[in-house]
Antibody
Framework: EVHLVESGGGLVKPGGSLGLSCAAS????????MSWVRQAPGKGLEWVGR??????????DYAAPVKGRFSISRDDSKNTLYLQMNSLKTEDTAVYYC?????????WGQGTLVTVSS | DIQMTQSPSSLSASVGDRVTITCRASQGIRNDLGWYQQKPGKAPQRLIYSASSLQSGVPSRFSGSGSGTEFTLTISSLQPEDFATYYC????????FGQGTKLEIK
């Protein structure tokens, strides 16, 4: 059974940085493309970005609102996905989910809340 | 970037009703579309992938159709547990969600 567990959320000031992790189990993580999706309070789902597998060059793609500020990486030896968020803005406040890709986001973690506020 | 227009944004229906939700893509995405259900405080769960394939474990009252730019999710006979918010997601280039449809009890 696929299991994804996000961690690292919390309160951060505008302009600050925060790193999230997503621990994966139950599937061959090294073969998987992985994405981050966020949801601001009371709002819809927003795709943040993705990283392909090593076989596909570990290529990353990002949504326009986070490009240049957020960075996605992975450590296949630890079955872990990362999201490094820099220059955070109040509008980045959201629950952040990781998902494993199989014809789109197939399995999801439970999410971790990031609050950007002074 | 590909835009997804989902309609309606909200819908009131009764148990036993047949319900249809639509997503329209700003350009052709073949069948690279999924449908998700989300309940308050929970992560989304996929119902349909590749426009019309039922996710394992999902009841057969859920079905999807479409290709190219027009897609629909149909719930054939609403059950109490189906009242939730539904999203489409295109994964052609790269990912875009629809705005969501909140399905409420009439």
């Amino acid at each position: 059974e696929v299991h994804l567990v996000e961690s690292g959320g919390g309160l951060v000031k505008p302009g600050g940085s925060l790193g999230l992790s997503c621990a994966a189990s139950g599937f061959t993580f090294s073969d998987a493309w992985m994405s981050w999706v966020r949801q601001a309070p009371g709002k819809g789902l927003e795709w943040v970005g993705r990283i392909k597998s090593k076989t596909h060059g570990e290529t990353t793609d990002y949504a326009a609102p986070v490009k240049g500020r957020f960075s996605i990486s992975r450590d296949d030896s630890k079955n872990t996905l990362y999201l490094q968020m820099n220059s955070l803005k109040t509008e980045d406040t959201a629950v952040y989910y990781c998902c494993s890709e199989y014809f789109g986001c197939a399995d999801w973690g439970q999410g971790t809340l990031v609050t950007v506020s002074s | 970037d590909i835009q997804m227009t989902q309609s309606p944004s909200s819908l009131s229906a009764s148990v036993g009703d047949r319900v249809t939700i639509t997503c329209r893509a700003s350009q052709g995405i073949r069948n690279d579309l999924g449908w998700y259900q989300q309940k308050p405080g929970k992560a989304p769960q996929r119902l349909i992938y590749s426009a019309s394939s039922l996710q394992s474990g999902v009841p057969s009252r859920f079905s999807g159709s479409g290709s190219g730019t027009e897609f629909t999710l149909t719930i054939s006979s609403l059950q109490p547990e189906d009242f939730a918010t539904y999203y489409c997601l295109q994964h052609n280039s790269p990912y875009t969600f629809g705005q969501g449809t909140k399905l409420e009890i009439k």
